[in-house]
């Protein structure tokens, strides 16, 4: 039988396991990535690995997310990040330099290698034809010190595109309607592959776009085929070398098919406050708008703003608009710059920053209480713009172009013919600040400021577990929700004390003092959950914080996966409920009794009996041999101390 672009890959990199749909692999990692925000504590704990070089082909640290200096906290992450880079022989992207995934795309990733990445958008390498996926910062750690990722092995839906996409209808577009049709769930426990005579149409950047956006499919990664776009935009960026060709064969076999033919869609957007929440723009053209930001790793590349400036050009955006740009990467505000692409942006009103997440992830462009704000961004999740109660759309940058003008939500086909453009044949590369990797042995002094706490110790799974439901939530609960980010807790992120304090403070804002309350009183903590619990985010903070206030069993419905493995990753017991129904029979306050969890775990066992104020109900344990061992012991780190 043949194989799909994604089994090649796994194919060449498999060093555990075998390639079997729902078994544990393990994975060589070529390439590695983290940004800030997860950062400082993925080198924390490689350092706590004790490994003195990364043994990765190549590993990257950004810096993107927190770039507001408000006080030293930042500045010191900063600091403390570069100094890690030089020492354990990483290349180091500093503030200003671009998006963590944006740079990746443009400057490292190659056709055919694996990349993992702390951050939930890494997927976005895979319009490179790379299997690039997101993990907890512990799980890129452990592949700097040369170990295996350990996945499920997913299963494929590939996704047929025929077609083209007409004017003013974007790459955007294309995964707003996956989402429509398949939901915030329906790519869990699959690799997205994209193939069909509608791939060619595509370049890489529109390929990244889709694959960046399918991250809030639920999906493990999505790919794309390497062929002669990519081929050209490798040759763009001086890395021609780099190419070669990847493609499915063609008796590849895909365990389930959705088709696409792009000649049919429409400028698509995602209403509040989930990014499946998708209709077509027509459906809610007039609404005002008070905000239009075009940026994030999801659309912000050269070809997004060049787009955006020919269709500005001779055009004035509203005075009712705050209308922002935030470059991707240096190279695309260069060379958008000496294509003589900036001034119309200036010109138009536009307010353009520097290179980086900036409001995608709350760090500053709130929008105004109650008003919509429009963003080509990749989540809309409620709170994350920075207002409860916010009104966040998200859409392809030539729909939000095209509202920023007239005031309020536009199909952009209202602007009349689309402006051609082109894009230069050879790239500025921008990287001019990017550090190379120090020699090994450099005399280096790791810089940490107050801020950088170490990392805490946890205890080993006790042999039965009594402990108390301290909060109960409903579907599709994301990291955001678990531990929130924006401007006055994102600061925190390298200390877990302080940061725990905000622990799922957006829904209810006791939690964490009743934790602190339950555990000196010597109780453990439990969270009961629904389906799809933990989708977004990779920020492991979403599992090591919860875990330092005593929480060490979530039993839900069905989990997200980069969040189920970090909750493994720190000793937090990850159970669903073997009837759904028994939801409704576990509430807030509840007394849960798991008798000899320790033995049921290490016998392999794949119930176990969960007693609610004493009645007892049938919990899953979906768990490979070597996570019941790290649980046991209390957390990767501790295992792997003790292995
Ligand atoms: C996000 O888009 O939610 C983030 C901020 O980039 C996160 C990482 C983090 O929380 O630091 C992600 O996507 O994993
Ligand atoms: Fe940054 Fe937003 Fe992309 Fe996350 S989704 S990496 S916060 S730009």
């Not at 194919?11 to 555990?16: F, G, I, M, Q, S």
């Not at 993107?64 to 900063?78: E, G």
């Amino acid at each position: 039988m043949g194989k799909t672009v994604a089994e090649k890959i796994f194919a060449a990199h498999l060093v555990e396991g075998e390639l079997k749909k729902g078994e544990e692999i393990g994975l060589r990692i070529d390439q590695t990535l983290t940004q800030d925000a997860t950062g400082t504590m993925a080198y924390l704990e490689f350092e706590a690995i004790g490994i003195p070089r990364v043994k990765t082909e190549l590993s990257v640290s950004y810096v993107d997310h927190n770039l507001v200096q408000s006080d030293f906290k930042n500045a010191d992450d900063h600091v403390f990040l570069q100094g890690v880079a030089r020492k354990f022989g990483l290349y180091f992207s500093p503030p200003g330099n671009g998006i963590c995934h944006q740079v990746h795309l443009e400057r490292f990733g190659a056709p055919g290698k694996t990349l993992l990445g702390s951050d939930s958008h890494t997927p976005t390498g895979g319009g490179l034809g790379m299997i690039a996926m997101g993990a907890g910062g512990l799980d890129v750690a452990m592949a700097m010190a040369g170990k295996p990722f350990y996945l499920v092995m997913p299963k494929i839906y590939g996704i047929k595109l025929t077609g083209k996409l007409q004017p003013w209808v974007a790459a955007r577009d294309v995964l707003l309607e996956v989402l429509r049709q398949l939901t915030v769930k329906g790519g869990v426990g699959y690799i997205m592959e994209y193939f069909g005579p509608g791939v060619a149409t595509l370049s890489v950047t529109d390929r990244a776009t889709i694959t960046n956006f399918g991250a809030e499919l639920g999906a493990t990664t999505s790919v794309f085929p390497s062929d002669e776009n990519t081929r050209q935009f490798l040759a763009a960026q001086g890395r021609e070398d780099q190419w070669a060709e990847l493609v499915a064969d063609e008796d590849a076999e895909y365990d389930a098919v959705l088709e696409i033919d792009m000649s049919t869609l429409e400028p698509m957007i995602a209403c509040p406050s989930s990014p499946d929440n998708v209709v077509k723009v027509s459906e809610v053209a007039g609404r005002p708008v008070a905000q239009v930001l075009v940026g994030s790793c999801t659309n912000s590349s050269l070809r997004d703003l060049t787009a955006v400036a020919s269709i500005l050009k001779g055009r004035e955006v509203s005075r009712e608009v705050s209308f922002e740009v935030n470059p991707g990467s240096r190279q695309a505000l260069e060379n958008l710059t000496a294509e003589g692409n900036l001034l119309p942006l200036l010109t138009a009103g536009a307010r353009v920053h520097q290179s980086g997440c900036l409001g995608c992830i709350g760090m500053g462009q709130a929008p105004p209480t109650s008003m919509i704000s429009l963003r080509t961004f990749s989540r809309n999740f409620p709170g994350r713009s920075g207002n409860q109660g916010d009104q966040v759309y998200l859409c392809s940058p030539e729909v939000a172009v095209a509202s920023a003008i007239k005031g309020c939500i536009t199909d952009p086909r209202e602007l009349g013919d689309y402006p051609g453009f082109t894009l230069p044949e050879k790239y500025l590369p921008g990287d001019e600040r990017i550090e190379e990797p120090w020699p090994e042995n450099s005399e280096v002094e790791i810089v940490r400021g107050p801020n950088i706490a170490p990392f805490p110790d946890f205890e080993p799974m006790p042999e039965t577990w009594k402990g108390k439901v301290v909060l109960k939530v409903a579907d599709n609960i994301t990291t955001d929700h678990i531990m929130p980010a924006g401007a006055k807790i994102l600061p925190l992120r390298s200390n877990i004390p302080a940061i725990s304090e905000f622990v799922f403070n957006s829904v209810s804002e006791k939690f964490a003092g009743e934790m602190k309350a339950a555990s000196s009183a010597g109780h453990f903590g439990a969270v009961v959950g629904g389906d799809n619990y933990g989708q977004g985010s990779s920020r492991e903070h979403a599992a090591l914080a919860p875990r330092y206030l005593g929480v060490q069993v979530k039993l839900v419905k069905s989990f997200a996966r980069i969040h189920k493995a970090n909750l493994i990753n720190f000793g937090i017991l990850p159970l669903t409920f073997a009837d759904p129904a028994d939801y409704e029979k576990v509430e807030p306050g509840a007394e849960l009794v798991i008798t000899g969890i320790r033995q049921a775990l290490l016998d392999g066992n794949d119930r176990v009996t969960v007693e609610v104020n004493g009645t007892p109900i049938e919990a899953v344990v979906d768990l490979s041999e070597r996570h019941r061992r790290i649980l046991v012991a209390g957390g990767l780190l501790n295992w792997a101390r003790s292995a």
